[in-house]
């Protein structure tokens, strides 16, 4: 995406100092999500994903810290390539609730029966919940 987004920023007719601008805010911003969420390299990265008997999701951060009641979002992308778990914290600062995070799940990181086990829980496991 950073690369198509450079080649359209290149196109564009824009003045130097602004392309120039534009390119390196794109390459921070490629950057910033190979280091957090490609090679987990920050504190707050998220590295284990647990689903529990009750129905809750849990997720805990390479500092170790384990964030509880959580609330998984609608736009939550279920495939059998690529699963997109988007989520937020439920009882937080109103300010915090409108930062969500994303874990990215490919079905080569995990055993296969348990990659299909979340999907099925998130298509079909929420929606049981919320009757």
Known sequence: MSVMS?????VVN????????SLLLIWLAATYAI??????????SLV??????????RVVRKDGQILNELSLKDDS??????TIIHFRLTHTAWLQQLFCQRLIILPDSVEAEEFRQ??????????SKQR
Do not use: E
Request: glycine share 4%; net charge positive; hydrophobic share 55%.
């Open 6 to 10: 450079s080649w359209i920023v290149y």
């Open 14 to 21: 824009l003045s130097l100092s602004l392309q120039c601008f």
């Open 35 to 44: 280091i957090k969420d490609g090679l987990l390299l920050f504190p707050w």
């Open 48 to 57: 284990k994903l647990h689903v529990n008997a009750k129905n809750q999701l």
């Open 77 to 82: 992308i279920v495939t059998p390539l690529l």
């Open 118 to 127: 979340l999907r099925v829980w998130m298509l079909w496991g929420q929606k």
